[in-house]
C-alpha cells in the first residue's frame, strides 16, 4: 500500500512544491476562466435582452402612438369644419335634436338617444346657447359620431369637451355618458379638460393625463387630449381613453427567465410592476415613487430616467443589476427589464467550478503519483546501487543491490534493484492511459459533434425566427406607411368615407402586424416556461361561440358559413385565455383555407373523459407527406389560403404546445383535395377533481 513519506525527508519536500505550484496554476487559471466566462455571458445577455426591450417598446407603443394621431386627426376635421357655412338652419337642428332637463342640462332627447350607436351630449345650464356654441356642438356631435365608430374597434372612446367644462361630447356605446352625471359633476373641471387650455398648455401640445382605474369600466386606463384652437381662439379638446389591462398584464407576466419587467413614468409614477399592482390599486393607479419607502425601487427609477437611445443599458447603484431600458412612445412611459447580475455571475461560477473540479483532481493524482515515483525511485541504497552499477559495467544486468537500509541511501538502492521491471511496468502503464485517453477522446469527440449538430439546428431555427420576423413585418410596415403618407399628404383633399378607409386600411395592417408579434411572442414565452396557465372550470361552448362570432364577418366576405353544434354540458378545466387562442388559430386557418361558397362546422361534445372540440372545413386539404410536419414551427406546407391571406406558420404550432400545456391531445384527419378536420381533445373538469 502507498503511504505519504514522512515530513522530514526528500520526497516529502518535493511533494509540497510540487503541490503548492499547481495549486497557484490551478487558482489563477479559475479566476481566468470566471472572468472570461462572465464577459462572454454578459455580452450575450445584454445583446439579447437590448432587442427584446426594443421590441417591447415597439408593441406597446403601438396605441399610444396611434391614439395622438387620432385625436389630431379629430382635431385637424373639427377645425375644418368650424371654418365651413354650415349648409342647414343651425339653431333649428340643435332645437330639433335637444332638450334641456329637469336638472338644468342640455342632453339629447331622449326619443333620438341612440348612445349605443351615436354620440352623447351634455351641455351645463350656465351655457350661453348662441349660434356659434349651437354650431360647435353639431359638428363635435357629428365628429364623436363619425370618428368614434371607426376607432372603436381599438379604443374605449372618443370625446371633445368644448369650453373647458361647458360641453362634453361623448361617443361610449358602453354606457350613456351624458345621462350617467349630475350638473355638479359635469361642472368639476378634470385633468382631460384644463389640461387643453391656454394657461395649462401655452405650446398647445398633446398632453397624457395620469394613470387612473374608471369604475363604470372597470378598468384601468390613460387619456389623450389634443388641445383646439379656432382662429387663435381657445376651443376646446378632442381626446381617447386608452385600456391598459392587456399591456400591464403582458408586463407582469411575460419576462425573460429570471427578470422582470415594469413600467415608470418619465415624471415618476409606477405604471406596472408584478409586486406592486395592489399597492398601485391602493393609489388609485397614483403611485409616487420617490414618496414609497422601497428605497431599491426609487434605486431602480433613477437610473431608469438616465438611460438614453445609444445608452440603453443602466447599472442600478448597488451596481447588482442590469436596467434595460426603452421608451414608449406617446405616453413618455419607460418600459424596463430589470436583470440580476446574479444570473450571469451563477453561469461563470458553474463553469469555473469545473475547472476547480478538474484541477483539484488533477492535483491529487499528481500528488500521488510524484510520491510513489520518489518514494521507490530517489531513496534506494546508494552502497548497494553502486554495486550493482560495477556489475552492471561488467555486463551483469541480473545482479541486485542486496541492500536494505532505512534511509535514502538504502530506498535509493532498492529502486535500482526495481528499476528494469518498474520500466517494463511503467511502459504498460502508459500504453493502456494512452489507449483509455484515445477512448476518452473518441467518446468526447462524438459528444462535440452532437452538440454541433445541436448547435447548427439551433441556429437554423434562429434564422429562420429572424427571416419571419424581418420579412412578414417588413411588408406590413412598408403599407402603413404607404397608407399614412397618403392621408397626410392628402387630409385636405380627401372627402371623409376615402380617409376612413385609409384608416381602416392601417388598423388592418396593424391588427395583423399585432397578430404575428403576439404569436412570436407567445411561441417564444412557451418554449421558454414562461407562458403560465391558470386552470379553471370554464364553459367551452361559450368560448366557441364567441369564437365563431369574431370570425363572421371575414368569413362573410369570402361567403363561408359558420356552423356549430354543442352538447349542454361542455365544462372544461382549462386556461380561458389559452383555450380561446387555440380556437382563435383553427377558425381563422379554415375560413383563411376555405374556398369560397363553402362551409366550416365547429363541433363540441362530450363523454366520460373529454370535451371534444372539431374544426371540419372544405379547404384544398393536407398531402400525407406533410402531415410530420403539421405542427411543427414556421412550417408552411403546400396550401395555400384561398383569399391572399398572410400565414406565418406558427398557429398549429401554437394550439399543439397550449393543448398539450393544458393535459389534452390534437389530432388532424385530412385527405388531400377534401378538406381537413382538427380534433382538439380537454379534459372535463370533474376528472381533474
Known amino acids: 500500500m502507498f503511504r505519504l513519506p514522512k515530513a522530514d525527508t526528500i520526497s516529502a519536500r518535493a511533494m509540497r512544491q510540487m503541490a503548492l505550484r499547481i495549486a497557484i496554476v490551478t487558482v489563477v ?189 372597470k378598468q384601468w386606463m390613460v387619456s389623450v387630449v389634443t388641445p383646439i384652437d379656432f382662429q387663435g381662439q381657445y376651443v376646446g379638446g378632442s381626446g381617447q381613453d386608452v385600456l391598459i389591462d392587456q399591456l400591464i398584464e403582458r408586463t407582469n407576466r411575460i419576462n425573460i427567465p429570471g427578470t422582470y419587467n415594469m413600467i415608470v413614468s ?70 424596463v427589464t430589470v436583470y440580476p447580475k446574479s444570473l450571469i455571475q451563477q453561469k461563470a461560477m458553474a463553469s469555473a467550478s469545473i475547472v476547480v473540479v478538474f484541477g483539484l483532481l488533477a492535483l491529487l493524482m499528481e500528488v500521488i503519483i510524484v510520491g510513489w515515483v520518489l518514494k521507490e525511485q530517489v531513496s534506494g541504497p546508494l552502497q548497494g546501487l553502486l554495486v550493482a552499477i560495477r556489475a552492471l559495467a561488467r555486463g551483469d544486468a541480473g545482479v541486485k543491490t542486496q541492500v536494505e537500509r532505512n534511509d535514502e541511501v538504502g530506498q535509493l538502492a532498492k529502486a535500482f534493484d526495481e528499476m528494469a521491471d518498474a520500466v517494463a511496468l511503467h511502459r504498460s502503464k502508459l500504453e493502456d492511459q494512452v489507449r483509455e485517453r484515445t477512448r476518452a477522446l473518441e467518446d468526447a469527440n462524438q459528444e462535440l459533434v452532437q452538440k454541433n449538430h445541436q448547435l447548427e439546428y439551433l441556429n437554423r431555427e434562429k434564422n429562420e425566427f429572424m427571416g419571419v420576423a424581418a420579412h412578414d413585418l417588413q411588408s406590413p410596415i412598408h403599407a402603413i406607411k404607404g397608407l399614412a403618407n397618403a392621408v397626410v399628404e392628402n387630409v385636405e383633399r380627401y372627402p371623409q368615407d376615402k380617409m376612413v378607409a385609409k384608416l381602416q386600411g392601417i388598423q388592418s395592417i396593424a391588427g395583423k402586424m399585432s397578430h404575428l408579434i403576439t404569436n412570436l411572442l407567445d411561441i417564444n414565452a412557451i418554449e421558454s416556461d414562461n407562458y403560465h396557465l391558470k386552470l379553471e372550470a370554464v364553459s367551452v361552448a361559450e368560448l366557441v361561440t364567441d369564437a365563431v362570432e369574431s370570425y363572421r364577418d371575414a368569413a362573410a366576405e369570402k361567403s363561408i ?54 374544426v371540419q372545413d372544405q379547404g384544398p386539404g393536407i398531402a400525407p407527406h406533410e402531415m410530420p410536419r403539421l405542427f411543427q414551427k414556421f412550417s408552411r406546407l403546400s396550401a395555400r389560403p384561398t383569399g391572399d391571406e398572410h400565414s406565418v406558420g406558427l398557429g398549429l404550432s401554437i ?14 384527419e385530412s385527405k388531400l383535395g377534401h378538406g381537413a378536420s382538427f380534433v382538439v381533445r380537454l379534459p372535463v373538469a370533474e376528472s381533474r377533481h
Open 29 to 217: 487559471i479559475t479566476a481566468i476562466s470566471y472572468v472570461y466566462t462572465y464577459l462572454s455571458y454578459q455580452r450575450e445577455a445584454l445583446a439579447y435582452l437590448e432587442k427584446y426591450v426594443a421590441a417591447r417598446s415597439e408593441l406597446e407603443s403601438q396605441p399610444f402612438v396611434l391614439a395622438q394621431t387620432n385625436t389630431r386627426m379629430v382635431r385637424d376635421e373639427f377645425v375644418r369644419r368650424l371654418a365651413m357655412e354650415p349648409a342647414e338652419d343651425v339653431a333649428k337642428r340643435f332645437h330639433g335634436l335637444m332638450r334641456q332637463d329637469a336638472d338644468g342640462m342640455w342632453r339629447v332627447k331622449v326619443e333620438l338617444d341612440d348612445f349605443e350607436h351615436k354620440a352623447t351630449i351634455a351641455l351645463l345650464p350656465r351655457v350661453e346657447l348662441t349660434r356659434e356654441f349651437m354650431h360647435r356642438t353639431l359638428v363635435a356631435y357629428d365628429l364623436a359620431t363619425e370618428y368614434g365608430k371607426a376607432f372603436r374597434n381599438q379604443f374605449y372612446d372618443t370625446f371633445i369637451d368644448l369650453n373647458v367644462s361647458d360641453g362634453s361630447i361623448m361617443f361610449l356605446p358602453d354606457t350613456n355618458y351624458a345621462r350617467g352625471g349630475s350638473v355638479d359633476a359635469f361642472a368639476e373641471d378634470l385633468e382631460t379638460e384644463v389640461g387643453a387650455t391656454p394657461k395649462a398648455n401655452p405650446e398647445r401640445k398633446t398632453f397624457w393625463t395620469g394613470v387612473y382605474f374608471d369604475a363604470p369600466a
Open 655 to 668: 394550439v399543439k404546445r397550449l393543448t398539450e400545456m393544458m393535459h389534452g391531445e390534437v389530432s388532424c
Open 561 to 614: 358559413k359558420l356552423l356549430t353544434a354543442t352538447d349542454n354540458d361542455t365544462v372544461a378545466l382549462v386556461d380561458q385565455m389559452a383555450v380561446t387562442q387555440v380556437l382563435d388559430n383553427l377558425i381563422s386557418n379554415a375560413v383563411k383555407y376555405s374556398p369560397p361558397q363553402t362551409t366550416v362546422w365547429i363541433r363540441t361534445r362530450r363523454d366520460v373523459r373529454w370535451i371534444t372540440i372539431e
Open 266 to 335: 418619465r415624471n415618476g409614477k409606477l405604471i406596472a410592476h408584478p409586486d406592486k399592482m395592489r399597492d398601485i390599486e391602493k393609489q388609485n393607479g397614483d403611485y409616487n415613487i420617490a414618496a414609497s419607502k422601497d428605497n431599491q425601487l426609487v434605486d431602480f427609477y433613477r437610473a431608469a430616467i438616465g438611460a438614453s437611445v445609444r445608452n440603453p443599458f443602466v447599472e442600478s447603484a448597488n451596481g447588482d443589476y442590469w436596467l434595460s431600458v426603452a421608451p414608449i412612445k406617446g405616453a413618455d412611459w419607460l418600459f
